[in-house]
């Protein structure tokens, strides 16, 4: 038997567990392996807990995807330049650390069309996914924070603009994405009003990272008329990619998809 899990704390809310054991029900695997929760408080903890439970493979969410890129034993390329691991695999005795939500948010945004520009509000792990993945696409990319500390988080990274929201100049783009966890559990926005409204009146195309919600980053995106849309997408493409690494890419990426729509639609 396969045992997958996702690592996090919290994590109770996760609809990993669903998305993947219904694929898997789908695809003819449940007899074979089955997908899990874990509660993880220490991070340090990580890998010897994976191995403890003879997992598989494994997801791994917040707070401990740079954990999971310092503990892995080969981090492929595009982990190790984002700075973090969402995806663990076991293979022939090493754990393999790959991160999913990169190409996962490039394949939510496909139907944007042409991008040539954008601006990331955040500073943190996702913000970095994303700016990664937009980067690979050759897109112009401006990270905006509110503070200055994790900014230095993109201090490496070629050709990217970055500020604070006291320091910045303004700009056009076409796409802005919030990568902040403004709006998850309050009302927020993601920055001051101000800021956002004259960004909004030049943008074509609004994203959240936050998913099953209408955040007031993307009600304001609504009332200027922006193509906008939330988290979802992002979450279904992160994992789809991540059960078909657990297999080694043997599985067919439209069925897990198709299932794991449905697991969506379940909640
Ligand atoms: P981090 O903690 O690494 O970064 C959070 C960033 O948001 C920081 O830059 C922080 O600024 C900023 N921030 C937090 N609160 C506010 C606020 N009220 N106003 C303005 N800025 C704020 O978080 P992650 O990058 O790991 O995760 C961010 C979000 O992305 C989470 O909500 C997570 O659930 C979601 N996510 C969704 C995925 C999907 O598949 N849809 C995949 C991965 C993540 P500062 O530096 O000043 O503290």
Partial sequence: MMIFAVF????????????????LGELGLSREALYTRYELADGSQLIS????????????????????????????????KIGSVNTLVSRDDKIY????????FLRAIEDFGQINSALIL?????????????K??????????????????FAEYENFSWANFAEFKGGKFDLVVNTTSAGLKDENLPAP?????????????????????KTPFLNLAAASRLAHKDGSEMLLFQAVLALN???????????IQASMQKALRLG
């Fill in 49 to 80: 807990k994976f191995k403890e439970l003879k997992l598989s493979g494994a997801n791994v969410t917040v707070p401990h995807k740079e954990a999971a890129l310092a503990q892995c034993d080969i981090a492929d390329e595009t982990a190790a």
């Fill in 193 to 213: 009003t101000e800021l956002l409204r004259p960004i909004f009146d030049e943008a074509k195309f609004a994203f959240d990272v936050i998913y099953g919600k």
């Fill in 97 to 104: 650390g790959y991160n999913t939500d990169a190409p996962g």
């Fill in 245 to 255: 690494l657990f297999f080694d890419g043997s599985l067919d990426e439209a069925k």
């Fill in 8 to 23: 996090g704390n919290p994590i109770s809310h996760s609809v990993s567990p669903r998305l993947h054991n219904l694929a």
């Fill in 122 to 134: 955040g500073a943190g792990g996702t913000a970095r996914a994303v700016a990664y993945a937009l």
């Fill in 136 to 153: 690979s696409r050759g897109v112009r990319v401006c990270v905006l924070n509110r503070s200055e500390g994790r900014l230095a988080n």
